[in-house]
């Protein structure tokens, strides 16, 4: 009675009523996520301006940034940092947005569509919207709450790397390429967070939904690339292709943005009418009656783990197996690039197109080895996520003991591993073959990629001993990642130290197949795993459950 | 054995914050036994450490005669918990979730698990992430009571159930009982614990401040005298142990603690009496009183709301 009183007499919510009291969602989730806006625009613009500093130290001399551009043109480094569209004149702004704009521009993509999903299918799957929705609240009003909360996560890091690139004086830096390339940022950012919007209405779980997103991202990086070598426009089918077509600071275009505003209106629309035409709480797909007894495998600590790791395991698989796929397609593309090059050709005689080409295999396996030592650390952050929703506690309270429920996950994860990279080698070796006309290919490449299995296993080793010592900082375990990735993608030309590089597990693994198979570094990977793997187990042992 | 968890002061903080201040629990092999408490007085963190999930900072455990945090596998293959929030993995169905509960602690019995299902009436074929809390808590429950376990160790185990389903549940733990295992019952439904519980522990800022058989806690307070005397009874207000005597149209009304009740009936016997009702003590007044006086005894500890 109070209540119905208090609300007559309460102004009522402005606008439509399916968008009744967004202002103060969006107030909320702001608050909410305040200090990781600032963190991510810090974080982006400080390691951006790290690299045009760095470079005038490092590349003094046009000469130096000539060869440099001339390094950068071969077919990899184009799959990797895209065209360079100033071979000529490659000043420290063509540098810096070549080198960097695919690097901050997939960390602004993953920010977006996490901040997205984390705002509205994790609310609505932790049950927690429910309570938000019974109030005066309109249907889209979270939608639309999460995709501007977005937006300003996105234009802080805009205006984050405008303002701190603009105020670098470099030559080929000026405010007008500045302003494009956080503006560039926000149009691959937003364009991922209507995906993920989109995604966060088909998938029940909020991880199903991140996951679909992530592989969304990874596509558009892929197809980006292969579009680049094959300079077939393929490359305007994905938004970091858009972004590259601004030729920021070479020629300043705003008109490739445009797509990316379609874009973004377009994926909008999409999830609030998917959103307007589903239940709270479901996705696109009904659940269907499972069996009501449990099979043997599932009555197995292992085959339990493997169940709840079975359909991420073989998801990653596909996707890697694609990926590989993708980049073995093209292998065909480099020979022939090269080899209408009469230069190469009479410098080094037809033999070595082979090499090249296996040289690039080479950083292909460690390109995707990199990308998808996100599995480890996701499936890995498995026993976590299944602590902190009190699934743990009535497992741990049976005859299972800790270490074998943990041990558990982690050899299911382990071998997750070696199929996920197994399969991506797989793909490439098998579309490299095709595309080559020469099978003696197929097995190489393949090793080449499962070959990283071992450090994938470090990586789960930090993972899991993270978790046994300090959960609350198992965070941390995506600087390892992060390390590598830097190492692989920059490590050479920033003239990272060697301790420095060593520290990345990925800089171990012969580069297979342009180097000689060695097992030992593989066995050393394998015994670091297994020592930070044992820390994990004795560490959990004492502690509390929920920690 | 004649003990199944034998507790001495036990102690356990988060950082700060004092969970458990010295807590005491004896809970004897072959009785159900009900542990009372207020949100926050500690009851979910005792039976955590009973389970060997958290280690305690200070005092002794034994459960079935183990230390729980030392040989929790052995220990865990004799007892069956459900937890009170149960959270269940959603691609799994309800069948598969209590089979795999079931096979974790060494085997269910068959025949068991399908009367259960059927008796909580529970669809085994649903995926776990379409169940309602009420149903995955069913989940959990045929689980445990499927389980050949010697000790049922339950966190307030019926939130979320209908009526129908809690009397099922009550003669689920009555059978349990009969079949001679321990039942430690941990809850805020009164009614549920003065059904089922032989013995109960009242919970209160981390210790147990009162403990023992409903009779016993009826003897520690307070009884309601309703009678008409034939000589006035207003003399009766000033003896020991009378509280809040009112008195109407020649009817006295009072509560009288136990201790005293003997003196206070000889007393009014004298008076000649015309008509006389004694209400017992319910457990919800003998709560009221435990829990009323927190606000006394609180010394800067975080206040809690029952």
């Known amino acids: ?547 | 054995m004649t003990t199944a968890i034998a507790v001495q002061g036990l102690r356990k903080s988060y950082g700060k914050a004092l969970a458990l201040d010295g807590l005491d629990l004896a809970v004897r092999a072959g009785e159900v036994h009900g542990l009372l408490g207020p949100n926050g007085a500690g009851k979910t963190t005792t039976l955590r450490i009973l389970l060997g999930l958290l280690r305690a900072d200070g005092g002794t455990v034994a459960v079935l005669g183990m230390d729980p945090w030392r040989d929790a596998v052995a220990l865990h293959r004799r007892l069956a918990y459900v937890p009170g929030d149960v959270e269940l993995w959603p691609s799994l169905t309800g069948g598969e979730a209590i089979d795999l509960m079931g096979s974790l602690r060494g085997g269910l019995d068959r025949r068991r698990r399908e009367e259960l299902i059927r008796r909580f009436d529970l669809d085994p074929t649903k995926r776990c992430r379409t169940y309602s809390k009420g149903n995955r808590q069913k989940v959990a429950l045929v689980a445990a009571l499927a389980a050949d376990a010697e000790l049922l160790v339950l966190d307030e185990p019926t939130t979320g159930l209908d009526p129908l389903m809690e009397a099922e549940f009550q003669a689920c733990v009555r059978e349990a009982k009969s079949a001679g295992r321990t039942v430690l019952l941990s809850s805020h439904i009164l009614a549920q614990v003065e059904a089922l519980s032989d013995r109960i522990s009242i919970v209160r800022q981390g210790r147990v401040v009162e403990s023992g058989t409903l009779d016993d806690l009826r003897h520690l307070t307070r009884t309601t005298v309703v009678a008409r005397t034939r000589l006035p009874a207003d003399e009766v207000a000033g003896m020991p142990g009378v509280h809040d005597l009112r008195s109407e149209g020649g009817e006295v009304r009072f509560d009288v603690d136990g201790e005293h009740l003997g003196d206070v009936m000889a007393a009014l016997a004298g008076l000649g009496i015309v008509t006389l009702v004694s209400r017992p003590p319910t457990l919800e007044q003998i709560l009221l009183r435990h829990y009323s006086s927190r606000a006394e005894g609180a010394h800067g500890r975080e206040a809690t709301t029952a």
């Open chain 1, 1 to 547: 009675m109070r209540a119905a009183a208090r609300s007559s007499t309460a102004p009522g919510p402005r606008g439509p009523a399916t968008l009744a009291n967004l202002g103060r969602l969006l107030r909320f989730t702001l608050r909410r996520d305040r200090w990781g806006i600032l963190a991510w625009s810090l974080g982006t613009a400080l390691s951006t301006v790290a690299v045009p500093l760095s470079y005038v130290g490092l590349y003094p001399t046009e000469a130096q940034r000539g060869l440099l551009a001339q390094t950068l043109s071969s077919p990899a480094a184009v799959a990797m940092m895209g065209v360079n569209h100033a071979v000529g004149d490659y000043h420290y702004g063509a540098m810096t947005a070549h080198q960097m704009l695919f690097f901050t521009g997939i960390l602004v993509a993953v920010m977006s569509a996490l901040t997205v999903v984390r705002h509205t299918r994790e609310e609505e799957s932790t049950g927690r919207s429910e309570l938000v929705l019974s109030a005066a609240v309109g249907r889209h009003a979270p939608l639309v709450a999460a995709l501007l909360t977005a937006l300003a996560a996105n234009a802080a890091v805009g205006l984050a790397l405008a303002l701190s690139l603009g105020s670098v004086s470099a030559e080929g830096i000026d405010w007008s390429g500045a302003w494009l390339y956080g503006a560039a940022h926000v149009a691959v950012g937003m364009s991922f967070a209507g995906l993920a919007a989109v995604a966060a209405q088909l998938y029940e779980s909020a991880r199903g939904a991140v996951g679909a997103s992530l592989a969304a991202v990874g596509l558009a990086y892929l197809v980006r690339a292969v579009g680049d070598v094959a300079g077939n426009g393929l490359a305007w089918l994905s938004p970091l292709g858009w972004a590259q077509a601004t030729r920021v600071f070479v020629s300043d275009l705003w008109a490739p943005l445009l797509p990316a505003v379609a874009f973004t209106a377009l994926t909008t629309a999409i999830a609030a009418h998917l959103n307007s035409r589903r239940d709270m709480g479901a996705g696109l797909w009904a659940a269907r009656p499972g069996r009501s007894r449990a099979g043997r495998a599932l009555r197995t600590p292992v085959g339990f783990a493997w169940r709840l790791h079975r359909g991420a395991a073989l998801g990653w698989s596909a996707a890697n197996l694609v990926m590989g796929a993708m980049y073995g397609a093209f292998l065909d593309d480099i020979e022939s690039m090269l080899a209408g090059s009469d230069v190469f050709e009479r410098m080094f005689g037809s033999d070595v197109f082979q090499d090249l080409v296996v040289g690039f295999g080479a950083v292909i396996a460690a390109v995707m080895a990199a990308i998808v030592a996100a599995y480890a650390v996701l499936a890995g952050s498995r026993p976590r996520s299944e602590e902190l929703a009190g699934r743990a506690e009535p497992v741990l309270s049976t005859g299972l003991s800790r270490a074998g429920w943990l041990g558990s996950h982690a050899l299911v994860v382990a071998f997750g591993s070696l199929l996920v990279l197994a399969a991506g080698g797989l793909g490439l070796g098998l579309a490299g073959s095709a595309s080559l006309g020469d099978w003696s290919v197929l097995p190489r490449f393949t090793a080449a990629v499962a070959a990283y299995t071992p450090a994938h296993w470090v990586v789960l080793g930090v993972v899991v001993a993270l978790f046994g010592a300090a959960p609350r900082a198992m965070p941390l375990a995506w600087g390892v990642v992060g390390l590598s990735f830097v190492v692989i993608y920059l490590g050479d030309l920033l003239r990272l130290p060697a301790w420095l590089r060593g520290l990345s597990p990925f800089e171990h693994v012969p580069g297979l197949p342009l180097e000689a198979f060695d097992a030992r570094p593989l066995l050393a990977l394998t015994g670091v795993a297994l020592a930070l793997l044992t820390l994990g187990l004795v560490a959990f042992r004492r502690r509390d459950v929920p920690a």
